[in-house]
Each structure stands twice: as C-alpha cells, then as structure tokens.
DNA sequence: ATGGGCACCTGGCTGC
DNA sequence: TGCAGCCAGGTGCCCA
C-alpha cells in the first residue's frame, strides 16, 4: 500500500491521530468479517471498519477525484484505491494492534447467525428469564449479529411471532422456528444481494433484490401476502416494527 | 444484570 | 417553489 488519506475524520467515532502512520507502507494479508464490522488485516494490525447505515467501500481508480462524503482513502499499490463514502457519518474507523477479537468492539459479540454457535436451542435458552420484546432481543448484539431491522421484522413474520412478546413467552417450538427463520431470512437475503430500499447498491452498483421478497417490511397499510389483513406499523425502541397481527402471534 | 432512551449525521420525501 | 417536519438499512453508551 503506498498511501493513505483522510479529508473527514468526524465518524461515529473520530479517527484517531496515529491511523495513518499505523498502517501506511503495510501490506494487506486477509480481509474478514465479523457482524458487520469488516476486518482488514495487516503484519502490525489490523483495521475494523463499520459501514453504519450509509456507508459505501468503493475501489477507484488512482486519480478520480473524490465527492463530497468520500472521507477517507486507502491507495493501494497496482493503481486503485479503496474509497469510503458515508453521507450520514455513521460508520466508524478504529485500528488494533492486537487481536481485534479483543478489541471493545468486538469482545463482546454474540454468535454469528449463520454459524454453528446459533441454533434453536441456543434461542430457547437465552430467551428464559428475558422479558423484553423478541424483536428487541433478536436485534440485541449480546445475543445474535445481524439481525437488522428489516430482517428482524422479516423473521418474525415467518415464525409466525408478534413481535411484541416477552422473549421468555416463546415456547420452544417458538424459539426453534424463529431461529431457522433468522438463519433462512438473512441466508436468501445475502444469495440475492441484499435489500435495496433507497440507495443502497452492492460493490458493482447493482441493487438487492430482496426487497421482493419482503413479507412486511414497509409494507404498512397494504394486504399480507398470505391472509390479505392489512400489515400493521409501529414503533419499538425508536426503529418501525411491521407485522401481520392475523398471522403472528 | 437488564431495559429503555439518547446520541451521532445528512438527505430524501411529504405536505402545507 | 420553498421550507419545516419527519423518517431512514446501526449500535454504543449512559442512566435508572
């Protein structure tokens, strides 16, 4: 890597001061996920990158010029140049030197959702004694990665569970249906490339097409695509919660 | 330990 | 056409 640059360093987190030195002359040696932070591993570190709700990794060629909320690049030596772009500046930049397991950030995470440690047993147990509302529980990083607002939504509908329910109301039938949902929401999800709603646009510039396959997701006021009730909305935790009270339960 | 609410931002859309 | 108000794909942190 021959150079980095950074025009923007109020993230969610400013970028600390020593980020460029840390990394600059460095060779890349893995790129990783983890929840949804992207782990990008070098001999002396590693970086942990989180995209937010409106952030973009571009790779451009050497010399275009940046626009505005392009905050930070990394220029690689064959002539690219990996580009981040993030209007709203949720995203976020830290770098370790250490494992990045470690790091806050990342210490603290539950399984992954398509991994071996999620299951429905792993649900059922975790769920006891939880009294919050499942759809709260399931977007809760303590407990499962990934399960964002739409999918959360999206799951729930398929296991036919209101959203509203005590987690430690779910029988366990329950909890093994809603955790073969998550794991088959989020599985189609990714093969088809996501959901666009807006802008968002995969690393070609091409949209998801799960928005397709949404059963509720912004879909208030229109009829269930099973039962024909009209799909409900309100608001759980500040984020909009769409469910079919006919269906789920 | 748990749960609830707030915070960080810009942009796009809606309705007056 | 302009503008105020509302909403948005996330998630860490503070407080009760």
Redesign the pocket.
């Known amino acids: 890597m021959l150079d980095v640059i950074v025009r923007e360093r109020?993230l969610?987190w400013p970028i600390a001061a020593h980020f460029e030195a840390a990394i600059r002359g460095q060779t890349v040696r893995a790129v990783e996920r983890r929840?949804?932070y992207i782990l990008i591993r070098f001999d002396a570190g590693t970086l942990i990158l989180?995209l937010?709700?409106?952030g973009s990794l571009r790779l451009v060629k050497q010399g275009t010029s940046p626009r505005?909320?392009d905050h930070w690049d990394i220029h690689v030596d064959n002539g690219w140049v990996l580009r981040f772009h993030d209007?709203?500046?949720?995203g976020s930049l830290h770098w370790t030197g250490t494992d990045p397991e470690l790091h806050?950030?990342l210490a603290k995470l539950a399984p992954e959702p398509l991994g071996p440690g999620f299951d429905g047993e792993y649900l059922y147990r975790t769920t006891r004694?939880?009294?919050?509302?499942i759809k709260?529980?399931i977007?809760n990083?303590q407990v499962v990665v990934g399960v964002?607002?739409?999918y959360a939504s999206e799951a729930l509908f398929r296991a036919r569970i209101a959203p509203r329910r005590a987690?430690r109301r779910l029988t366990r039938k329950e909890a093994f249906a809603l955790a073969e949902a998550i794991k088959a929401v989020l599985g189609e999800a990714i093969k088809i490339g996501?959901?666009?709603?807006?802008?968002?646009v995969n690393a070609d510039g091409a949209p998801?097409y799960f928005r397709q396959q949404l059963f509720v997701y912004e879909r208030k006021g229109a009829a269930c695509r099973v039962c024909k009730s009209v799909v409900k909305q309100f608001v759980q935790?500040?984020?909009?919660t769409y469910w079919c009270s006919t269906c789920q339960h």
Request: charged share 25%; net charge positive.
């Open positions: 109020r969610r929840a949804k989180h937010g709700m409106s505005t909320h209007p709203r500046r949720f806050p950030l004694k939880r009294s919050v509302a709260q529980f977007m990083s964002g607002n739409i987690a996501g959901t666009t709603l807006r802008d968002y998801g935790g500040q984020r909009s």
